[in-house]
């Protein structure tokens, strides 16, 4: 995970977040969300982490085939009318 940092001229560091892969919602947006100093209204500044670390997962090319295979039979058996399958 990388991490950003919202730093205020006036007030230097005042919020720190961590960039994850994936987000339940929205995810966060330093840039729009904080612009602005909460405290004196001055314009802020982003610095993000030079080298994000990565992560890496063991899902193979036939796991993704099957996962995808899998989607289509569900949306298919949930949507037959739509399809025309009926």
């Not at 612009?35 to 080298?51: M, N, S």
Request: aromatic share 10%.
């Amino acid at each position: 995970m990388s991490e950003v940092r919202v730093i205020c001229p006036n007030h230097g560091l005042i919020k720190r977040v961590e960039m994850a892969c994936m987000w339940v919602g929205r995810p966060p947006m330093p840039e729009i969300d904080n612009a602005f100093c909460p405290i004196c209204g001055a314009k802020t500044v982003i610095e993000r982490d030079e080298q994000p670390s990565l992560s890496y997962c063991s899902w193979s090319q036939k796991d993704d085939n099957d996962y995808k295979l899998s989607e289509i039979k569900r949306y298919r058996e949930k949507y037959k009318t739509e399809f025309g399958l009926e």
